[in-house]
């Protein structure tokens, strides 16, 4: 699933105005956090995750344990909020694939 860089743009300017769903804390991310962003991702197909101060975890750290754990894509990196990409399996839920599939 690589994105070309009009549909990241366009997923960039569609995840602008949402807040942080999910915040990795001191504890870092673990296996229900992660079910968790999965179930997420499936309903909404774009969030925003972020990272409080005190965690431990880099956000290329993290976005590489959600990418390989979710087979999703990190769109952008801001400081210590990441969004977060993934096509929904159920046609209920595809709003946003579908734009990003006529780009």
Not at 6 to 14: G, P
Not at 49 to 60: F, G, I, W
Request: glycine share 6%; charged share 25%; hydrophobic share 40%.
């Amino acid at each position: 699933m690589a994105l070309r860089g009009k549909q990241k743009s366009y997923l960039r300017s569609q995840a602008h105005h949402l807040n942080p769903i999910f915040q990795v804390g001191k504890g870092g991310v673990n296996d229900a956090m992660i079910h968790q962003i999965g179930e997420a991702l499936e309903k909404r197909e774009l969030i925003k995750v972020s990272l409080l101060q005190n965690t431990d975890e880099t956000p290329e750290e993290v976005a590489g344990i959600l990418e390989q754990a979710l087979k999703c894509q990190v769109v952008q990196t801001i400081g210590k909020i990441l969004v977060v990409y993934k096509p929904s399996a159920t046609d209920k839920y595809r709003k946003i694939s579908l734009e990003v599939n006529k780009i």
